[in-house]
């Protein structure tokens, strides 16, 4: 009993002070006129007594002041209903607008665990409406972080348009919204990022590995940009390495590129929560398209893309990448402890009619 009278108490408290609207600014200053009509119409009285003197003070309001606060009473009884069926309605309304939306959340699970800690858990915790979820899982491909069948994570990853129509086949596009967050491969990010560019506004969140929980893009845009070490070379193919969270293993590319020439794009600050503003990422995303522009302008027709960064800027470089007019991209996957550290890639061809591939370079 004592629990559900302290929830209704939240609860009405909740309604009556945090819940923001038009109606309840209303129905709160009937409220308050009512309150300050009744506590300004009392007759106030004090009085002191002792044995040698006896000390009053009164207070009787005028019948104009009376009649000021009976207006100012009748108003505030007017506002607070009219607030109140105001709200209600209003209500009713956002239920049924809710009762046809719906967020589909794709999560993919790869390098970390999150399953104790849904991405859908945590939209579900800012939202009222329904929500859906896509969780691509390759963990079973993984030992000791390492990948061993990239083919069969391929194959999980491509069929995420498929999924992605059958949970949005009987609703609208303007009742569908969509978000995004994992943990997963590079090359494996960029490509869902690279399927998804078609899709209606998605917001991305991220794995923040250091309180191990789930976080919005909401930083402030640091202003950093990309220090650019460009190739004197023109060649048809090329190696784009870019460095956001770690620098990249320039002695791995001299050595597994070595006849190619090498373009570095690099911030100032390599630090892996560098990435936690949406502008930010947006114009970093925007300079990786225009730095590819430019390469195509060279006579670029390949580009192998070494990307060190953070997942949901894997994905928005994906997602900044046009599939139509830039050359075909290869994203490789970096593997440290490997003696080839960049063993295999996804290959992202031009042309529609080809099909996207893992290339196994180990073999």
């Not at 190619?260 to 936690?276: C, G, K, Q």
């Not at 997942?311 to 139509?324: E, H, I, T, V």
Request: with cysteine.
């Amino acid at each position: 009993m004592k629990d559900a009278i302290s929830y209704f108490i939240r609860k009405a408290a909740d309604w009556l002070f945090r819940r923001r609207s038009s109606a309840l600014m209303v129905f709160r200053a009937g409220v308050a006129l009512l309150f300050i009509s009744l506590a300004g119409s009392w007759a106030v009285s004090f009085m002191y007594a002792d044995a040698e003197r006896t000390l009053v003070l009164g207070y009787q309001s005028s019948s104009t002041a009376q009649f000021i606060l009976y207006i100012g009473f009748v108003i505030g009884i007017a506002m607070t209903v009219l607030g109140a069926v105001w709200e209600y309605q209003r209500f009713r309304d956002e239920k049924k607008r809710n009762n046809k939306k719906k967020t589909v959340v794709i999560e993919q699970r790869g390098l970390v665990d999150t399953s104790d800690s849904p991405l859908s858990e945590y939209v579900k915790s800012k939202c009222s409406w329904h929500v859906d979820s896509i969780v691509n899982d390759v963990r079973e491909r993984l030992i000791d972080n390492v990948i061993t069948r990239p083919e069969l994570a391929l194959a999980k990853v491509s069929n995420l348009k498929v999924s992605l129509a059958e949970k949005t086949a009987h609703s609208s596009a303007s009742d569908i919204s969509i978000s995004y967050g994992g943990v997963f491969p590079v090359p494996f990010t960029f490509y869902t990022g690279y399927l998804l560019d078609d899709e209606s506004q998605i917001t991305v969140y991220d794995w923040d590995r250091d309180s191990g929980s789930w976080r919005g893009l909401i930083g402030t845009d640091d202003g950093e940009q990309f220090f650019v070490e460009p190739s004197s070379i023109k060649c048809k193919s090329v190696v784009l390495a870019v460095s956001v969270s770690y620098p990249v293993d320039r002695q791995a590319i001299a050595s597994a590129f070595n006849n190619l020439p090498v373009h570095y794009l690099s911030l100032p600050t390599l630090d892996r929560n560098n990435h936690w503003s949406k502008e930010k990422q947006d114009r970093l995303s925007g300079d990786f398209l225009e730095y590819c522009k430019k390469l195509l302008g060279q006579g670029t027709e390949h580009i192998h893309l070494i990307l060190a960064s953070q997942n949901s800027l894997a994905f928005r470089f994906g997602q900044a990448y046009d599939k139509r007019n830039l050359p075909s991209i290869s994203v490789y996957q970096y593997e440290r402890q490997q003696p080839m550290r960049y063993p295999w890639c996804i290959n992202i061809p031009h042309a529609v009619e080809e099909k996207v591939e893992v290339v196994n370079r180990a073999r």
